[in-house]
């Protein structure tokens, strides 16, 4: 085989394997104001369905078990949407975009905080605490609702 051709095949093996692997994402999921399947609106959906669901269980100490499933599933969510955008974020600017990423990421950081506490709580048998920490996680959700969102 000529040099050329060599380096003909190695170009196009090159190319056929870049189509091949799959790409990573190269900034942070960002939601778009009309987009409802949003990852940001899909995270946040698990979370509100799980706190549902551990309002009803957590007076239960047999489903603890469940409920510290439903503890990691929400989570899983609250990191990862800590680290993306967000609408009322991605139409400010300067200074004021910055307080509200601050801000949001601060919120965030506390509801995580919260829920790590009621899964220690469940973890020690303490259904009481868990369901006051309940109330934490429920109010940063509203809380953060209201400062964030737009209605």
């Not at 093996?13 to 900034?27: C, E, K, M, N, V």
Request: hydrophobic share 40%; proline share 5%; charged share 30%.
């Amino acid at each position: 085989m000529t040099a050329l051709r060599l380096t003909s095949l190695f170009a196009l093996s090159l190319l056929a394997l870049s189509f091949a692997l799959p790409s990573a994402p190269t900034a942070p999921a960002r939601v778009d104001d009309g987009e409802e399947d949003s990852p940001l609106l899909k995270d946040m959906e698990v979370i509100q369905d799980q706190l549902k669901f551990l309002r009803r269980n957590l007076k239960k100490p047999e489903e603890n078990p469940a409920s510290l499933a439903a503890l990691q599933e929400m989570q899983r969510a609250a990191v990862a949407c800590k680290g993306m955008s967000f609408p009322m974020a991605d139409r400010a600017e300067g200074e004021a975009k910055a307080e509200l990423q601050k801000g949001y990421k601060l919120e965030m950081i506390g509801c995580i905080e919260a829920m790590l506490q009621m899964e220690r709580a469940l973890l020690e048998g303490d259904n009481d605490k868990a369901r006051e920490l309940y109330k934490t996680v429920k109010a940063f959700e509203d809380s953060g609702h209201e400062k964030y969102t737009e209605e």
